[in-house]
Nanobody
Framework: QGQLQESGPGLVKPSQTLSLTCTVS?????????WSWIRQAPGKGLEWIGY???????YYSPSLKSRTSISRDTSKNQFTLQLSSVTPEDTAVYYC???????????WGQGTQVTVSS
């Protein structure tokens, strides 16, 4: 099944780029799965950001597409989220997740808090 672990800075300044990495163990990111990023802002529901599939193709939420990039490093078995031009509204707990189907999330990382503030 594998395990996922998010890492990255907990504090990002407005207008900068947020960069998070999800390290996968116990499974290869080139296997038949979809590797997603999801976030939850304070007092709000879960928001799907995007995913990268087992072939390396990325798909993004229309509302975040202009600011989002998801890539992978198969040698490290990691995939990365970059969200540009952040504002305080991007403050959230960010999760990476895996599933056999797109936009489904069977296995989750523990999540990492990212605060956007000057």
């Amino acid at each position: 099944q594998g395990q996922l672990q998010e890492s990255g800075p907990g504090l990002v300044k407005p207008s900068q780029t947020l960069s998070l990495t999800c390290t996968v163990s116990g499974a290869s990111i080139t296997t038949n799965s979809y590797w997603s990023w999801i976030r939850q802002a304070p007092g709000k529901g879960l928001e799907w950001i995007g995913y990268i599939d087992y072939s390396g193709n990325s798909y993004y939420s229309p509302s975040l597409k202009s600011r989002t990039s998801i890539s992978r490093d198969t040698s490290k078995n990691q995939f990365t989220l970059q969200l540009s031009s952040v504002t305080p509204e991007d403050t959230a707990v960010y999760y990476c997740a895996r599933d056999l189907f797109p936009k489904a999330f069977a296995i989750w990382g523990q999540g990492t808090q990212v605060t956007v503030s000057s």
